[in-house]
């Protein structure tokens, strides 16, 4: 299977091609950016959270529905205590600006993951960008903080498993489209393309149970360095993929 290309048509216009309505992105590469150059971690995650802005909103302008990012996962509080802090830091910056950042793009903003991991200050900032851009009607945005996918799996079949208890649902109602209402993700389609730039081969515990049929695109490029024309570029990938779903 073919994940990466170099090939490039620049005949062909980002609107002509069969865009995706849901993409994914692993923002990967932000301390390895930092380091060929010399400097601290946290220039790279402030370096990706620009990249983070302008992606997102080129991916509303030319029309996708749905974009989830991976901004912090279940395994990033093993990190430094210090970088931990500069995220947080820098997290509360973004939150306390994507309050007016996003509103003239009409963006709905949405976090998933569990929010019980962060601060009080974080959390009330979480939730009043949820509530602030809850009836916009653009370009969804999940951004995943404290997220992991097989948490979020045992978080949903412990729910199943308490309304079974509670005679809520039955065991014959367990069916793929019942447990997907049980996910943060709820209610959207699964990712159509997921993109990892920084060149690594692995999915990292993101979107596990979404992404059964996803397409993948790895860009030999670090996330502070990604510019639309890789996104043009992993759409025309993405377009040009012949998406058969397990069958001929």
């Known amino acids: 299977m073919a994940f990466f290309s170099k090939k490039k048509d620049e005949q062909i216009g980002v609107t002509d091609l069969n865009l995706p309505s849901h993409i994914g992105i692993i923002m990967d590469g932000n301390g390895r950016w930092a380091k060929k150059r010399g400097l601290p971690r946290k220039a790279g995650h402030r370096q990706g959270a620009k990249t983070f802005r302008t992606i997102t909103r080129y991916c509303s302008d030319i029309g996708i529905k749905y974009l989830t990012v991976y901004a912090f996962s279940t395994e990033n509080w093993k990190r430094p205590q210090d970088e931990v802090e500069s995220l947080m830091s820098l997290f ?91 996910l943060y993700t709820a209610g959207q389609p699964d990712p159509d393309l997921i993109i990892r730039p920084s060149g690594e081969y692995r999915i990292s515990n993101f979107l596990l149970w979404q992404s059964a049929y996803t397409e993948f695109v790895i860009m030999n490029k670090l996330w502070p360095d990604f510019q639309k024309s890789d996104l043009d570029e992993a759409l025309k990938i993405y377009s040009s993929r012949n998406r058969r779903y397990g069958g001929v």
């Open 92 to 182: 509360k910056s973004y939150l306390n600006e994507a309050l007016e950042d996003f509103k003239d793009d009409s963006i709905v903003v949405k976090f998933i993951g569990d929010k019980s991991g962060f601060n009080d200050e974080l959390r009330e900032l979480m939730i009043e960008n949820e509530e602030s851009s809850k009836d916009r009607d653009g370009m969804v945005l999940n951004i995943a903080m404290n997220y992991g996918s097989r948490d979020e799996i045992v978080r949903a079949v412990k729910n199943i498993s308490e309304d079974v208890k509670i005679g809520k649902i039955s065991s014959d109602d367990i069916t793929e489209n019942l447990f997907s209402n049980y």
